[in-house]
């Protein structure tokens, strides 16, 4: 561990089939204006807003509503928020939904008291906020993102082109989440699935850089194993609530900011997976999906040893008679056979990709610096064209 960090995570967690009784005792810390923000309509389809709504009221709230937000939120959508918030002057957001609904609230929490554009402040230009912090809760319903416990508020701007995440610091970050694995069982199976490879996309990026000896590794190739063996389970048993509590469990480890300890960390996949968002609006873990193995198998040789030691410590692959590239190589061929099995897009063609947007895609693609190489906009074309099918 050669890295020198400060660590601090602010979110208190209420984990379990129970936890949302927690949720009156979280409210009384709050004024009375709450504004209540979810998503297309699941919440009130599996009762879970009615809960929410009974809690509300039984502690005297004034509710107002924002509802839906959709998958990939949009910067119309964040500006009809800011205007609900800052009207009421809300004392309290509460997300009740997926990484969309509570990335969302984030982005209303520094925004609604803006002066200037926040699209342009905490997305384009990547200021921090320096006014009023409407402070959020969260409702969990749908594993994935992580945003239940980080400061990421991931906003698209389809006139632009553009889809960008800000990572806020501990004063945006959610006070307090509820998570309730019972509440997942009811996602479809395509939301799943994506959700899982978000997962362990989100603990790849951060293992796949440096190379000193880092406690945060141990603790990624613990997370990756786990995930692996609860994805098999959850896949053929979606209502197996042992698994999916353990892939809930999983999630918010794997980007709560911990793993990201003495680390560079790397984040080009969902770079090149965000640009892809901002022309398809495909599902977030399935754009990641279509572009890892053209990346970890264009960069391997950069980062040779790691992908030698994801091999063995993940993937059980046995190094004996082999060369270090050949059990590398076997350690991204179990990657791809795992997600053959749990059923993830494996190219960019399935999700809407068109060779004239490859461009454009490579454009909206930032180039970072953290992993074990640092691509040109030519390299993420040839990604791409890797990613296509056939
Ligand atoms: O809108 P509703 O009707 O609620 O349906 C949602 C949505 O269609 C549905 N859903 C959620 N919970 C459900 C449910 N359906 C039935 N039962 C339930 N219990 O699932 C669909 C997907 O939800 P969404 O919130 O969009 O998915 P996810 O959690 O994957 O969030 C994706 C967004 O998070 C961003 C992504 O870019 C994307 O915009 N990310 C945020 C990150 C962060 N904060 O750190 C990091 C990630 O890398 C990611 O970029
Ligand atoms: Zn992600």
């Not at 039984?58 to 009207?87: F, H, I, Q, R, W």
């Not at 999906?289 to 391997?300: D, E, G, H």
């Not at 999700?351 to 993420?380: C, H, P, Q, S």
Request: hydrophobic share 35%.
């Amino acid at each position: 561990m050669l890295g020198n960090f400060i660590y601090s995570n602010p979110t208190k967690l209420y984990f379990g089939d129970d936890s949302l009784k927690y949720l009156a005792d979280e409210l009384k810390k709050y004024g009375k204006k709450v504004l209540l923000t979810y998503g297309g309509g699941s919440i009130k389809k599996n009762g879970i807003y009615d809960d929410v709504i009974k809690i509300l009221n039984d502690c005297g709230k004034d509710v107002y509503e924002v509802p839906g937000v959709m998958s990939n939120p949009t910067v119309e959508k964040l500006y009809e928020g800011c205007k609900v918030a800052k009207e009421n002057d809300v004392d309290l957001i509460l997300a009740v939904g997926g990484g969309s609904v509570i990335d969302y609230a984030k982005g209303v929490s520094v925004s609604a008291h803006c002066e200037s554009d926040p699209w342009e402040k905490y997305y384009l230009k990547m200021e921090e906020p320096n006014n009023k912090i409407i402070p959020v809760g969260t409702v969990l319903t749908m594993v994935g993102t992580g945003s239940e416990m980080n400061g990421g508020s991931v906003i698209t701007n389809h006139e632009q082109k553009l889809k960008i995440g800000h990572v806020f610091g501990d004063d945006v970050m959610p006070k307090f989440s509820v998570l309730n694995p019972k509440y997942t069982l009811t996602v479809p199976k395509y939301q799943m699935t994506a959700g899982l490879f978000d997962i362990m996309s989100h603990i790849m990026e951060q293992y796949f850089s440096n190379t000193d000896d880092n406690t945060s590794d141990y603790i990624a190739e613990g997370l990756m194993r786990s995930l692996i063996h609860s994805s098999r389970i959850a896949v053929k048993d979606p209502q197996d609530y042992e698994a999916r509590s353990n892939i809930m469990w999983t999630a918010t480890w794997a980007l709560n900011t911990l793993i990201a300890m003495g680390k560079s960390t790397d984040w080009e996949v969902h770079m090149i997976g965000q640009a892809i968002g901002a022309y398809t609006d495909a599902t977030h873990g399935m754009t990641l999906s279509a572009v890892s193995l053209p990346y970890y198998r264009y960069i391997m040789k950069n980062g040779l040893e790691k992908f030698k030691r994801f091999a063995i410590n993940v993937w059980n692959v046995d190094p004996k008679g082999k060369t270090d590239e050949e059990t590398a190589s076997s350690g991204l061929d179990e990657l791809e056979k795992w997600m053959n099995d749990i059923g993830v897009v494996m190219n960019i063609t399935d999700l809407g990709v068109k060779d004239n947007m490859l461009d454009g895609i490579a454009d909206a693609t930032f180039l970072l610096d953290g992993g074990y190489k640092t691509l040109t906009k030519k390299e993420v074309i040839e990604i791409l064209k890797n990613s296509k099918k056939g």
